[in-house]
């Protein structure tokens, strides 16, 4: 009788070891993949900045924004606003691991950001945002200006002109800056500082409250025309090339003027708004649509079988890459790398005549200090449950 429940109690202490032995190395296990788990969902792809992958992003904008010309073609937020899949907004996200809503639109003005329906079957860019939205990028205003009906109405036929439409309204004009600063008013001035400016700190103001947690970038337009006209000039004949430069000298450096004017108030705005303003209008210059050496950055007047061709004065391949360089700049300068700066070792503790000497710290695994702890503790118990395992065997022998 007492050797039997002995016996009895012996292999229920073995079964129970056993268990717990089973039990711990379960845990272990369990807990390993997850910690594995979450350490690999967490790390961002390859080179994409820790501190911006994962955020959302709207893009916003005209076709600056959209890459009107560039291929291939994304056909959102419909195919009429030449949305290409390498424009400025697609490569950022690409670069820094965004959430990239891309709702850029050509021809867009600042009431298609805002309040239209551009295209009669868009809704508003602004819908685009919320209070989750985390970045936005913006270029808008130049066709608040008109600035497509005023590059048509300045085509000349010669570098001394007459314009290639030289009677406008009945009146000859040699030269486009004859007839928008005309009698010493400059009417391209005026409306930037009369409609356009107001138009921008509206549409900012509307932006600033859709998107209340959003870093706003606001990026400015490259330069189109030289600050400095080379001695030889600019002019090409229209439809001499596939691409041309056909503006009178004169003119050139009017609608120089027009642009410097307009990048001034585009700032102006921004940084009123609290924006981030994103410079690339003097740090584009010698890459003009004069330039003939495979540096510029936008295009010259590109004519086709129909008329002017998309992409006419906008950013080519190389405009492209060069507006998402000036982005990332801003977007490092507001998404700083965390610094991460090393612990320094722990004095020796004195205890007694004698000093206790530390245990080293442990290694930069990556893994929070809590796991490392757990998993710690799991390996004690990993130990008691085999001794307790080799002791039940014992004695049920």
């Given at each position: 009788m007492t050797s039997h429940t002995t016996a009895t109690r012996s292999r229920a202490r073995f079964f129970t070891a056993r268990f717990i032995g089973a039990?711990?190395?379960?845990?272990?296990?369990?807990?390993?993949?997850?910690?594995?788990?979450?350490?690999?969902?967490?790390?961002?792809?390859?080179g994409v900045p820790e501190v911006t992958a994962g955020l959302d992003y709207v893009a916003l904008g005209d076709s600056y924004?959209?890459?009107?010309?560039?291929?291939?073609s994304t056909g959102l937020p419909t195919p009429e606003c030449g949305q290409s899949a390498v424009n400025f907004p697609h490569q950022v996200a690409t670069a820094y691991g965004l959430n990239l809503t891309d709702v850029t639109c050509s021809g867009a003005e600042t009431g298609d950001i805002t309040v239209d329906s551009q295209f009669g079957n868009i809704s508003p860019q602004i819908a685009a945002l919320s209070a989750d939205t985390d970045v936005v990028t913006l270029t808008i205003g130049g066709n608040d200006l008109g600035f497509t009906d005023v590059i048509q109405t300045c085509l000349a036929q010669t570098a001394d002109g007459p314009l290639l439409f030289p009677t406008q309204d009945g009146v000859f004009l040699p030269n486009c800056n004859?007839?928008?600063?005309?009698?010493?008013?400059?009417?391209?001035?005026?409306?930037?500082?009369?409609?356009?400016?107001?138009?921008?700190?509206?549409?900012?103001?509307?932006?600033?409250?859709?998107?209340p947690n959003a870093k706003v970038f606001v990026v400015g337009y490259p330069s189109i025309f030289p600050a400095t006209i080379p001695a030889a000039g600019c002019f090409t004949t229209l439809g001499?090339?596939?691409?041309?430069?056909?503006?009178?000298?004169?003119?050139?450096?009017?609608?120089?003027?027009v642009e410097v004017k307009l990048d001034a108030a585009i700032q102006s705005a921004t940084q009123t708004a609290g924006f981030t303003y994103v410079p690339s209008f003097a740090s584009s210059f010698g890459h003009d649509a004069c330039v003939t050496d495979g540096t510029?950055?936008?295009?010259?007047v590109l004519l086709g079988d129909g008329g002017l061709?998309?992409?006419?004065?906008?950013?080519n391949t190389l405009g492209?890459?060069?507006?998402?360089?000036?982005?990332?700049?801003a977007l490092d300068a507001?998404?700083?790398?965390?610094i991460v700066v090393p612990t320094p070792p722990t004095p020796p503790v004195a205890s007694g005549p004698a000093a206790v000497t530390p245990k080293p710290a442990l290694a930069n695994t990556g893994l929070d200090g809590g796991l490392v702890s757990g998993g710690l503790a799991l390996a004690v118990l990993l130990l008691v449950g085999g001794a307790a395992v080799t002791v039940a065997r014992r004695k049920a022998a």
């Open positions: 039990a711990v190395v379960a845990g272990a296990l369990v807990t390993g993949s997850v910690l594995t788990a979450s350490v690999a969902s967490a790390a961002p792809a390859p924004s959209a890459g009107l010309g560039l291929t291939p004859a007839g928008y600063a005309a009698d010493g008013v400059d009417r391209l001035a005026l409306k930037i500082s009369a409609q356009v400016a107001p138009s921008l700190a509206s549409t900012y103001a509307a932006i600033a409250a859709a998107a001499s090339a596939p691409n041309t430069f056909p503006f009178t000298t004169v003119d050139t450096a009017y609608l120089h003027s510029a950055y936008v295009n010259g061709q998309p992409g006419t004065l906008h950013p492209a890459t060069f507006l998402t360089d000036s982005v990332s700049t507001a998404f700083p790398a965390p």
